[in-house]
């Protein structure tokens, strides 16, 4: 089991960086890939990024690519979302999820491959 908490979440100016962070614990030694989405107000649930458990594969969403960025630190248990550049559209809530695997370079792009899930946190950028 997984356990995620998102924070970093608050309101920016449109033009400006933000920094999420997912704080994750895991009692049983297993590897796990981490992924972020975003929902905004009315609307679906969508990728944006995620990140491998060794760290060296990436995946991210087209409509951030050159302005958000993700990492994981080298105790591989917390992930980071850089936002760069926000945009008005980027104002939603923003999810970490994580996915047991046996493989250090997997990543994935689909909400239901990820089994556990934090409670959000809003970021709102302003025009």
């Known amino acids: 089991q997984v356990r995620l908490v998102e924070s970093g979440g608050g309101l920016v100016q449109a033009g400006t960086s933000l920094k999420l962070s997912c704080a994750t614990t895991e009692r049983d030694g297993d590897m796990y890939t981490v992924g972020w989405f975003r929902q905004a107000p009315g609307q679906g649930r969508d990728f944006v990024a995620a990140i491998s458990w060794s760290g060296t594969s990436t995946s991210l969403a087209d409509s951030v690519k050159g302005r958000f960025s993700i990492s994981r630190n080298s105790a591989k248990n917390t992930i980071s979302l850089q936002i760069n550049s926000a945009k008005p559209e980027d104002t939603a809530v923003y999810f970490c999820?994580?996915?047991?695997?046996?493989?250090?370079?997997?990543?994935?792009?689909?909400?239901?491959?990820?089994?556990?899930w934090g409670q959000g946190t809003q970021v709102t950028v302003a025009s």
């Open positions: 999820a994580a996915r047991i695997t046996n493989v250090e370079s997997y990543v994935s792009s689909r909400q239901r491959d990820y089994d556990y």
